[in-house]
C-alpha cells in the first residue's frame, strides 16, 4: 500500500502505510523487511524534497543491509545516500558513496545498476558544473544501457549528453541527442524524458535567438508536464 500511495504521490499516506510495515518487520526480526522499509520511506521523503530525512532513512538502510551481508542492498542505499548529497549541494561526499556504488555494483556485474550508477556520478559533475567529466560518464552509461537495450534509460542518458553539450556551447551535437531521445521516447509515452528534452531544445532555440522555435518547443513541454499534473490528479481521484 505504501507503494501505491508513493506512486499518485499521496506521500502522507505512503509514510503512513511503511512505518506500520516497518513495525511488523521490526516485531518479526526482519532486517531485511525493515532495510527495505526504510529505503522506501527514503525514496518518499526524497519526493517531497525533504533531502535530509531521507538521507537517514537510506543511511539506516544501509547499515541493516551491510549486517546482513546484502551487497545489492548495500550498494541500492550507498547509490541513493550519494543522490540525497548531491541535491544537499555536498558534491565531494556524493561522489564518494556513488564510486563506492560503482565499484560494488561492478563485483555484482549487473550492468544496467552500473550503467544508473554512471548516470547519477555524471549528474553530479553536472552540478560542479564540470560539464566535460559529467559527458564521460554519461557515454560511458550509454554505451552500457544500449548493449542491454535498455530504451527508456538510453533516452534519459541521451538527455543528459544533450543537456551537456549545450552547458558546453555544442549545440548541433546537443540538438542531435535530444532529437535521438525523443525518437525513443515518444514511442514509449515516456512523459518525464519527452517533457525535459523539450524544455532543453526550448532554451537551445532561445540561447541561438531562434525564438519562435524556442516558444514552440516550450509549448511542447508545458503541454506534457500539464498531461502528467493531470493523470496524477486522475489517479488520485479514481481511487
Same mark, same amino acid.
Given at each position: 500500500m505504501g507503494s501505491y500511495y508513493w506512486k499518485i504521490s499521496e506521500y502522507s499516506k505512503a509514510l503512513e502505510y511503511i512505518l506500520e510495515a516497518k513495525?511488523?518487520?521490526e516485531e518479526l526480526g526482519d532486517k531485511k523487511g525493515k +532495510?527495505? !522499509?526504510h529505503n522506501m520511506m527514503g525514496?518518499?521523503?526524497s519526493? $517531497? =524534497? @525533504?533531502y535530509r530525512e531521507a538521507f537517514g532513512h537510506f543511511s539506516e538502510a544501509h547499515l541493516q543491509f551491510k549486517s546482513l =551481508?546484502? &551487497?545489492r542492498g548495500v550498494a541500492k542505499s550507498l547509490n541513493n $545516500? =550519494? &543522490?540525497m548529497l548531491n541535491y544537499l549541494g555536498d558534491y565531494a561526499r556524493a561522489l564518494e558513496y556513488l564510486m563506492q556504488t560503482d565499484e560494488i555494483n561492478r563485483k555484482l556485474g549487473i550492468k544496467v545498476y552500473i550503467a544508473n550508477t554512471l548516470n547519477n556520478i555524471g549528474e553530479v559533475y553536472t552540478a560542479m558544473k564540470n560539464h566535460l567529466l559529467a559527458l564521460d560518464y554519461y557515454t560511458q552509461s550509454l554505451k552500457i544501457k544500449e548493449s542491454i537495450d535498455d530504451q527508456r534509460g538510453i533516452a534519459y542518458t541521451l538527455i543528459n549528453i544533450g543537456q551537456s553539450h549545450r552547458y558546453l556551447g555544442h549545440y548541433k @551535437? +546537443?540538438?542531435q541527442h535530444l532529437e535521438r531521445a525523443l525518437s525513443i521516447a515518444s514511442p514509449l509515452n515516456t512523459r518525464s524524458e519527452i517533457k525535459k528534452a523539450y524544455l532543453? &531544445? !526550448? @532554451?537551445? !532555440?532561445?540561447? &541561438? =535567438?531562434?525564438?519562435r522555435e524556442s516558444l514552440d518547443y516550450y509549448k511542447k513541454y508545458k503541454e506534457m508536464n500539464d498531461a502528467i499534473f493531470n493523470q496524477q490528479s486522475s489517479d488520485k481521484v479514481a481511487h
Open positions: 513495525r511488523i518487520f +532495510a527495505d !522499509s525514496i518518499v521523503n519526493e $517531497m =524534497g @525533504e =551481508g546484502n &551487497l $545516500m =550519494g &543522490l @551535437e +546537443a540538438v532543453e &531544445l !526550448s @532554451e537551445i !532555440s532561445e540561447n &541561438l =535567438g531562434q525564438y
